[in-house]
């Protein structure tokens, strides 16, 4: 047998569903960093006093815990993609909340997006690595611009409202720009 860093997670998968509770220590210890940093910056500014991007990442998979004795296992990635969507729809439930806080305007609730997300036809599973990393080396608020236009599907007032741009259009030019310099380090690869 293989050290437990180098089993296949459907073998880990297989153990903790048998009851083994190492499996699911090396299956968590192989998958929070990597969750951790593909979350950074994705918390809404607004919703950061309330939750950190930590404790957001470590409540998700706590309540996808139970679920994993359940999980279909369909190849390499899939555990991490599970675990990405679960805190992804945990993210749009904190820009949720943050959006119904009295002292602040209000930004569109209706964030479900039917089917496939606007960055998902934008990019293809090849080019996600590179996205991840040149959205990392982008500031906090041209992360937070990208990541509400092409994650989330906000729509121009939406992005004003949660980010308190003055206007629709103040909003739509800083996104154009924050998207600009997005491109440019994933041409440059980060240089």
């Known amino acids: 047998m293989s050290p437990a860093g180098d089993e296949p997670t459907i073998d880990l998968l297989l153990r903790y569903r048998d009851g083994d509770g190492s499996a699911l220590g090396t299956l968590l210890g192989r998958n929070l960093m990597p969750l951790r940093r593909w979350a950074s910056g994705r918390l809404p500014a607004a919703a950061r006093d309330l939750r950190d991007t930590e404790d957001l990442v470590q409540d998700t998979i706590a309540r996808a815990l139970p679920k994993l004795a359940a999980f279909e ?21 904190e820009y949720r909340r943050a959006a119904r806080l009295p002292y602040e305007e209000t930004a569109d609730t209706q964030l479900a997006h039917p089917g496939r997300s606007p960055l998902d036809e934008a990019i293809g599973r090849d080019a996600a690595e590179d996205y991840e990393t040149a959205l990392a080396s982008l500031s906090p608020a041209d992360r937070e611009l ?9 729509a121009y007032q939406d992005i004003a409202d949660a980010t308190g741009k003055p ?22 690869g980060g240089d």
């Open 146 to 154: 990208v990541v509400l236009r092409l994650e989330l599907d906000y």
């Open 73 to 93: 296992y369909r190849g390499e990635g899939a555990l991490q993609a599970y675990l990405r969507a679960a805190i992804m729809n945990q993210i749009r439930n």
């Open 167 to 188: 206007s629709a259009d103040a909003a739509r030019m800083a996104t154009s720009r924050a998207i600009l310099r997005l491109a440019q380090q994933m041409r440059h």
